[in-house]
Nanobody
């Protein structure tokens, strides 16, 4: 399964972006992570197979929302009230066999190529 992430770009602080991640095959639990150069990749949000259970990191809670459209094999990350500290490469990830969400990177089997999000102050 290949994951294709898109939607990144340059936005001013307070602005919004929507990231998309489309899978070439079936994936179950899906997540978004982000990484700043020189730092460890960190969890952003995750969603289970049905979309009924979601988890967001404290740093983005209330500003970011993960959701999915299984008919389109796509998971989205709606980002609003963006801050300069949200600047990072955002990666989507998928689980091969488990339906639940997870905040742990080791639980994911597939990774997208990353999309750059830059928030200017």
């Amino acid at each position: 399964v290949q994951l294709q992430a898109s939607g990144g770009g340059l936005v001013q602080a307070g602005g919004s972006l929507r990231l998309s991640c489309t899978a070439s095959g079936r994936t179950y639990g899906m997540g978004w992570f982000r990484q700043v150069l020189g730092k460890e990749r960190e969890f952003v949000a995750s969603i289970n197979w049905t979309g009924g259970r979601r988890l967001h990191a404290d740093a983005v809670k209330g500003r970011f929302t993960i959701y999915r459209d299984n008919a389109k094999s796509t998971v989205y990350l709606e980002m609003s009230t963006l801050r300069p500290e949200d600047t990072a490469v955002y990666y989507c990830a998928g689980r091969r066999a488990r339906s639940d969400y997870s905040s742990s990177q080791i639980d994911y089997d597939y990774w997208g190529q990353g999309t750059q999000v830059t928030v200017s102050s």
